[in-house]
């Protein structure tokens, strides 16, 4: 009896190491994910290793690709080895609907059931295709739109208008967010928007293809709108801060002709918007499309058929979340009571025009993108 336990338990790890035998045997290919996660509680999304200190999404995705079997453990200690890369990266709380990655891993059956299996509800990856052996998600990216939803009340002109979350937006206010939100488009040296970059870094001009507020909606008796903005690349805090200055305008803060300012040499104040809100709605890879997207090996990167999914998520994870997190932290209204103390008629006080090139910073994360980091 005792023997034929032995020789059952024998047989079950003989059948374990088989089936790990056949998935180490299994090719390694490489693909993107698409994922979507509600960043409150993350440390961003890149992944320091090395430091257990600050969660970032990657420690949870990274982890769940190894017990799923993608990856071999030793690629989760060494990302360099899976060639992954992240297409943005996410700043400290901001959240995503259309993240990419790319990266090597086997494909096992069932891949994406078995890595969300070891994800919590708040990190899902919606969606797999195959790409080219050299793709770069951050590299091949052409553009990329994130969304900014903020209470109306942050419009509320300061001396005649309630300041609460009784606020509603009326037309002409939106009218008037949207002409100095049309501003920002084109070109532009954007040395004002981030830290560390001098108005002679090349790196500071970006161009931006749209960006608009779009009409409000109630949610939980506080009105809300959803500003986008679509641009080839973003630099650390520079939607946060071109959001900042169109509220400080609009609240009577600061003259409009302050954005015109802005583009020069000197260094101009500008307050930088609470980071909840933020979000990564899409990465845009136009040129990949065109050119490998039709070739009968290779999928175009859309995602039509994952939309459906990716509304659910935001209305399950990232929409409650911000409207959750605004009505008890209050982030956007203490925000705004730190307006008063900007200087906007002169540079900045103690803030030298830096004109050497500068190092990036965008080690610490960005508005979504580290797609210009060293």
């Not at 003989?14 to 509600?38: C, G, N």
């Not at 799923?68 to 996410?90: L, V, W, Y």
């Amino acid at each position: 009896e005792e023997n034929g336990h032995l020789s059952k338990r024998l047989k079950s790890q003989v059948d374990e190491e088989d089936a790990e035998d056949q998935t180490k045997k299994l090719p390694k290919r490489k693909i993107v994910l698409l994922m979507a996660y509600s960043g409150k509680g993350y440390h961003g999304m890149q992944r320091n290793v090395g430091s257990s200190q600050f969660k970032t999404i990657e420690d949870d995705l990274v982890s769940a690709l190894v017990q799923s079997g993608c990856i071999p453990e030793n690629h989760g200690e060494d990302m360099k080895k899976m060639s992954f890369q992240r297409c943005a990266r996410t700043d400290k709380g901001v959240s995503a609907a259309g993240q990419i990655v790319s990266l090597k891993v086997r494909l096992i059956d069932d891949i994406l059931e078995k890595i969300n299996n070891h994800l919590p509800s708040h990190i899902r990856i919606l969606g797999l295709k195959r790409v080219t052996g050299g793709f770069n998600s951050k590299n091949k990216c052409d553009a990329r739109t994130y969304s900014y939803m903020l209470p109306t009340f942050a419009f509320a002109h300061k001396d005649h208008d309630v300041q609460e979350e009784t606020y509603r937006l009326n037309k002409e206010t939106l009218e008037k967010v949207n002409k100095l939100l049309a501003c920002y488009k084109g070109t532009h040296n954007f040395h004002n928007f981030t830290s560390q970059k001098g108005p002679k870094d090349p790196s500071a001009k970006r161009y931006i293809m749209e960006m608009y507020c779009g009409e409000p909606f109630v949610r939980e008796s506080i009105e809300f709108a959803v500003i986008k903005v679509k641009g080839q690349s973003f630099m650390m805090h520079q939607i946060r801060k071109m959001i900042g200055l169109v509220i400080a305008i609009v609240k009577g803060y600061a003259a409009e002709s302050i954005i015109e300012r802005s583009w020069g040499e000197e260094k101009v104040d500008v307050p930088k918007a609470p980071g909840l809100g933020l979000v990564l709605e899409r990465v845009h890879f136009e040129k990949y499309n065109r050119r490998f997207g039709n070739d009968g090996l290779h999928e175009p990167l859309e995602w039509k058929e994952e939309e459906e999914k990716i509304a659910v998520f935001k209305e399950q994870y990232i929409y409650p979340t911000i409207i959750n997190t605004e009505r008890e932290e209050k982030s956007m209204m203490n925000w705004l009571s730190t307006l008063s103390i900007h200087d906007f008629n002169s540079s900045a006080v103690g803030m030298q025009a830096n004109n050497k090139t500068s190092k990036n910073s965008d080690f610490e994360g960005s508005d979504g993108c580290g797609d210009d980091s060293e």
